[in-house]
Nanobody, 123 residues
């Protein structure tokens, strides 16, 4: 089992930037793909970005492509989501997740979740 803790959320104006971090503990962090999801009020949770265990493959939702960057440091058991050019529609609770496999194939691959961190973008 992997335990995940997010940090770095907050309030930012539209056009601004934030960096979210996910710290993992437990076994086999480096053998798992990792991802970020988000859930806005009244909406279903949606995929944001994912990264393979090696860091060689990255995946993004169309809505964040070109603005968000996902990365990981397996030596430190951490994952980061750099968010630039933030928009009010990016407002949501952001969740860190660990997959059961080494690469990302489906949203259903993720079996471990953090508690979430709030990101609010004001217009």
């Amino acid at each position: 089992q992997v335990q995940l803790v997010e940090s770095g959320g907050g309030l930012v104006q539209a056009g601004g930037s934030l960096r979210l971090s996910c710290s993992a503990s437990g076994r086999t962090f480096s053998r798992r793909a990792m991802g970020w999801f988000r859930q806005a009020p009244g909406k279903e949770r949606e995929f944001v970005a994912a990264i393979s265990w090696s860091g060689g493959n990255t995946y993004y939702a169309d809505s964040v492509k070109g603005r968000f960057t996902i990365s990981r440091d397996n030596a430190k058991n951490t994952m980061t989501l750099r968010m630039n050019s933030l928009k009010p529609e990016d407002t949501a609770v952001y969740y860190c997740a660990a997959a059961l496999l080494a690469d990302y194939y489906s949203d259903s691959d993720f079996g471990s979740w953090g508690q979430g961190t709030q990101v609010t973008v004001s217009s």
